[in-house]
DNA sequence: TCAGTAATTAAGCGATTACTTAATTAACCG
DNA sequence: CGGTTAATTAAGTAATCGCTTAATTACTGA
């Protein structure tokens, strides 16, 4: 017979409800799209070439997170703009990172070897990046791409995209200390980002994690017109 | 050649170990067990009995939250005890269950019609349950089976499962208020328990919550030995 | 109104999931 | 030791999922 709980009532109803949500966040493919959307709004277009995939795969996922209420669209023109539907998915979804990596070793492992033990050095709280840049004794620059940089960023940051920084180097003031940001704990631009700046000899740190924790905590920001 | 995201890299390994979360939260079934198991540990009999499917599909849905960390056991002769593997994961289940109800219309309505239009009545805080019951003026009771008010309850409530409830009315002192309080705010047990105590023209009110949010708040708990 | 582009939808596929029943394993107990 | 019971594992199934390619829709602008 093989029902797959079909059951029906107010219990079984309610937990298919909550299982929306779960089977929103169930597939590697759109954690990936959540945590693009939450450095900001971005076209189906977008998400498809930043991630690597076709139109139409991300289009589905779009149509399933929606379903979910996680994301919503604004059409502009031939464009469809997502969205994280609220703050409260972002804070879901960092919620649910941070519970990953404690009940996995395996995850913990990945992220040690990709981050910790390559970028050894120090990582900055968001407090003290603060009062470093207001003592004038830091600055700050933002490894992100360009539009994410002008979709939110950090209060007094430059924007040096990683793949830009190789040219750019010449801008950062040598007597002062860098410290490097980009989009969360478990991203990568920051951490190749410091690598490259030490290797120049500079003086330079990673923020303990990204834009979107900065500003879920209330430290103040820009947006670029 | 349909490749189901068997991508390598940092990045695709990163959000498959979220992603385990995520499938582990994804079905009604297991989200049931999880909720089940936040009320106190459990055997895969009981866990069967109470959500009324066999021990083989228990068994399974318990394989598959392991895998994923979220939940342990203990081994005690025949029987094998499931828990929660950690507070963090009892916060987790109520964050979904919060941002699913946030997200979706239908979950608020199918809450609304069997929780707030059947029970338009008083709901009580935390920090007012604890006075009514400090100033003698209500006393509280644990309308849940009652292995689970004794794997942990309310300081000073009394146990009264809902089933016994119509033949232990006489129990309860004419004169108090009573508080009823079960597994948490989307429970029923609580409100039919209410429900039966007004018929009776007592003057009844239900916990905002239940037992697994009043403890996560600190507030004082006892555990039978 | 037609060409061009972004996005969605449809169709088809292999892999995975959730359940069932049946067989097996593990621990206890007389 | 053999019987009993809790739990797990195996095998088989229908349903669903995730991806691909192809067709369709929605909007713009010449």
Chains 1, 2 share one sequence.
Request: charged fraction near 30%; hydrophobic fraction near 40%.
């Amino acid at each position: 017979m093989t029902k797959q709980t079909s059951q029906t009532g107010y219990k079984a109803e309610l937990y298919r409800q909550f299982a929306r949500v779960g089977r929103a966040v169930s597939s590697p493919r759109r954690l990936e799209i959540l945590d693009l959307l939450s450095q900001g709004e971005r076209t189906v277009e977008r998400l498809a070439s930043e991630i690597g995939t076709t139109m139409s795969n991300i289009s589905q996922h779009l149509h399933a997170l929606r379903e979910a209420g996680l994301v919503e669209s604004r059409k502009e023109g031939l464009f469809v703009h997502y969205s994280l539907a609220g703050e409260n998915v972002a804070e879901f979804w960092r919620a649910m990172r941070t519970l990953a990596v404690d009940l996995s070793a395996e995850a913990r492992e990945l992220i040690h070897s990709f981050i910790n033990e390559r970028d050894s050095f120090e990582t900055v709280e968001h407090s003290e990046l603060l009062k470093r840049v207001e003592s004038g004794r830091a600055i700050v620059i933002d490894v992100r791409p360009l539009h994410e940089y002008d979709a939110g960023h950090i209060r007094g940051a430059i924007s040096i995209p990683l793949d830009e920084l190789p040219k750019r180097l010449g801008e950062i003031p040598g007597e002062l200390e860098v410290v490097a940001y980009c989009r969360g704990p478990y991203c990568l631009l920051s951490v190749e980002a410091v690598e490259l700046l030490r290797k120049q000899g500079l003086h330079a740190a990673r923020l303990v994690d990204g834009f979107p924790e900065w500003r879920a905590a209330g430290f103040p920001i820009t947006k670029a017109d």
